[in-house]
């Protein structure tokens, strides 16, 4: 437990069969890297109310809570080359249902696979980053988000299930989904379940975005529905597309 600590360095060890793994609680500006953090009661590495941290290639795997678990205001915390498997609950979870919840967190290049939950979750936490992670067989959602605005989700591999929820632009901004590539990129991205409105350009834009698949989707009230442009191998499947400027719009893409 580090308790309103700053400036260590926990590095190459081996943390296993306590309660916890790793807890910071108002402690800021420490790293925690290169870390086996394995076969915990709870949480493997567990940050509470604490800000710029950097948990970097540690091993958090077979734990009996989540893998990485931010909570009641944890900010600019930086997650990024872990190996998160096989952990009880969620890879790594960004927010708790009954208190403020962790913004403007970068969680990036980590392999979350085969935890029992879901591989990355965002409830009641807004503007982190989730970008190039590989999110693949968690027995949940790849993302999922929940009660979290202005989010940016990016990468090849995901799944977005919104489970429902509605992802709403107030006429105020340009895109709800955005994925953008600079060259043709097989991106091979799940997008389900979600609705976007009041979008000004678009509901769900793909561009240069290849093998994706779009389903449960409604996109109302936008200026585009779903629109993809230069995209090949995309499926669009029981989803409804209503009251836009144009449902669902293909520009230079095939197949």
Request: charged share 10%; glycine share 8%.
């Amino acid at each position: 437990l580090l308790n309103n600590t700053s400036n260590n360095n926990i590095f190459r060890n081996n943390i296993a069969n306590n309660h916890y793994g790793i807890y910071l609680l108002f402690s800021s500006y420490n790293s925690i890297s290169e870390n086996n953090v394995t076969t915990n009661k709870g949480h493997g590495i567990h940050v509470e109310s604490s800000s710029y941290n950097f948990i970097h290639q540690n091993e958090i795997a077979e734990n009996k809570g989540h893998g990485v678990h931010l909570w009641d205001n944890s900010l600019y915390n930086i997650i990024s080359e872990n190996n998160v498997t096989t952990n009880n609950l969620n890879g790594i979870d960004l927010g708790h249902p009954r208190i403020y919840a962790s913004t403007y967190n970068n969680v990036s290049l980590n392999n979350v696979a085969k935890n029992n939950g879901t591989g990355v979750v965002l409830y009641h936490s807004s503007e982190n980053i989730v970008s190039e992670n590989n999110i693949t067989a968690n027995q949940g959602h790849g993302v999922h988000t929940d009660w979290a605005t202005n989010n940016k989700i990016s990468g090849n591999n995901v799944t977005l299930d919104c489970q429902g929820y509605i992802i709403d632009g107030d006429g105020n901004a340009d895109y709800g989904i955005y994925v953008n590539r600079s060259t043709q990129t097989d991106t091979n991205l799940t997008i389900r379940n979600c609705g976007v409105r009041n979008w000004n350009t678009a509901g769900i834009y793909l561009h240069f975005a290849n093998n994706n698949n779009l389903e449960y989707l409604n996109a109302s009230s936008n200026f585009k529905g779903i629109w993809i442009y230069a995209g090949l191998n995309n499926i669009i499947a029981n989803s409804s597309a209503r009251d836009n400027e144009i449902g669902i719009y293909l520009q230079y893409s095939s197949n």
